[in-house]
């Protein structure tokens, strides 16, 4: 196949100066131009109805704190905070009652309480405690059973079986590597609280490395996370995501409009379902989903060639990527110049293209191939393009929306077609209909 760049009409303008090259009923777009951004939309309260215990103990991370409160009652959830008297020291009291609107417990004296048992009655109320920032004192005191603040006291008087603990760790590296804080978290995972990990960079004490709390909006999807039904705990996903780009020369290339916010939401979903997750990505700009695994590619060959040496590792393959069917044959080594003699007359350049790899009808057609679910992002017949790439590629299920309505932006509706039918999955925001496809694929596993 060839293709001719020129500058006859054939070559389409757009009102946000995009050019497009048509091929057939595609539309490849070039390299550099604008995206359209994506609509904003307002996600569902996901905490709403949850009582979040919030401990505090010292430590100079109590700052992220008071962003993590706000965030999790933007979610909609209510929040208890609980501070230790080292935590006073880094923030105020009344600073944490202006961001819960609940005032907040720092003695398990508290004569406030009309039984005087602070530390009974909290964690009663609370589906979830977190502890944050967790400092290595206090992880101490949670491995050895000891009770001698209310911080310590509550988390060792909640009913562990309603009132399950995370622990978000915050300390200096040093104290972080030392065996004596791994022998203590390892303490408390098996006493059965979830430690979320540390982030790595500077910290306050001037050092760098391993001991940082996590930020707040990381905190956030944890909580989250949490309250997400383990449908696929025990299960590994393998997803692609995003567009490819084909280069023609080393400035150009022919890519698609693909945002990759789809994948990236359907590798967060997996994560939060308990599942482990490998995601294969083209390139987006896209923030990598906690406890997910990615690799980076540009071409289609890349990731046809990151994706089949995984794919006997994995119970499930998600095609999520818009993968260019076509690619050139031979990029230029420098820069295709336009031809200035001739501007205005006709100008141009041809190059051929060759088809690429299809991905998911590799995987679908393996003898002991996983689950394979693919996507049909279509302009027009969604069902009937849809089920007819069911049966060509052997999918278990395509997932079928219309490109153009969806490529960039932060919400969707879907299509899923398999062998029983079609069913679709209304409108909504990307992040709730990759919940509900792992919904989907984890009946289809069963």
């Not at 050019?19 to 057939?24: E, L, Q, Y």
């Not at 080393?250 to 482990?276: C, D, H, Q, Y």
């Not at 980076?296 to 060639?305: L, P």
Request: hydrophobic share 45%.
């Amino acid at each position: 196949m060839s293709i001719r760049i020129d500058s006859a009409p054939r070559v389409a303008a757009s009102s946000n100066s995009q050019w497009c090259i048509d091929m057939g009923p595609k539309r490849i777009r070039a390299c550099g131009t604008p995206r359209r951004a994506g609509a904003g939309t307002v996600r569902p309260m996901q905490l709403q109805g949850k009582h979040i215990l919030l401990g505090m103990s010292g430590g100079i991370a109590c700052y992220k704190v008071a962003e993590l409160v706000r965030l999790l009652g933007k979610a909609g959830a209510t929040v208890q905070v609980v501070m230790s008297e080292g935590a006073e020291a880094f923030i105020t009291p009344v600073t944490m009652q202006a961001l819960s609107n609940h005032r907040v417990v720092t003695s398990q004296w508290d004569a406030l309480e009309p039984n005087n048992m602070a530390h009974i009655n909290l964690s009663r109320q609370a589906d979830l405690m977190l502890i944050a920032p967790a400092s290595a004192d206090m992880i101490a005191k949670l491995a050895q059973g000891r009770a001698d603040e209310v911080l310590s006291l509550t988390a060792l008087a909640r009913p562990i079986e309603r009132c399950p603990l995370l622990i978000a760790p915050a300390m200096n590296r040093e104290m972080w590597a030392h065996p004596a804080t791994q022998r203590n978290l390892a303490q408390v995972q098996a006493d059965g609280a979830r430690v979320l990990g540390v982030g790595t960079g500077d910290q306050a004490c001037g050092e760098v490395g391993d001991g940082r709390m996590l930020e707040a909006a990381e905190l956030l999807d944890e909580v989250i996370a949490h309250f997400q039904p383990k449908l696929l705990a025990g299960k590994s996903l393998l997803i692609t995501a995003g567009p490819t780009f084909e280069p023609i020369d080393p400035v150009r290339g022919i890519t698609n409009l693909s945002s990759g916010k789809m994948g990236f939401a359907i590798a967060r979903a997996a994560a939060e379902a308990g599942a482990k997750v490998t995601l294969v990505a083209g390139p987006v700009h896209l923030p990598t989903p906690r406890h997910v695994r990615r690799i980076d590619v540009q071409t289609a060959r890349q990731m046809f060639d990151a994706v089949m040496p995984e794919v006997a590792a994995h119970d499930v393959f998600v095609a999520t990527a818009a993968v260019a069917d076509w690619r050139p044959i031979h990029a230029s080594a420098h820069k295709i110049k336009k031809d200035v003699s001739r501007e205005g007359k006709g100008a141009n350049a041809t190059f051929e293209l060759t088809e690429n790899p299809d991905i998911l009808a590799a995987v679908g057609h393996l003898p002991s191939a996983p689950l394979c679910i693919g996507f049909a992002a279509e302009s027009e017949k969604l069902a009937e393009h849809a089920r007819a790439k069911l049966v060509r590629k052997k999918a278990a299920l395509i997932v079928g929306n219309i490109g153009p309505a969806t490529f960039g932006r932060d919400d969707n509706a879907l299509l899923l077609v398999d062998a029983e039918g079609e069913r679709e999955i209304p409108h909504n925001d990307k992040l709730s209909l990759a919940r509900e496809l792992v919904r989907e694929i984890a009946k289809k596993l069963q």
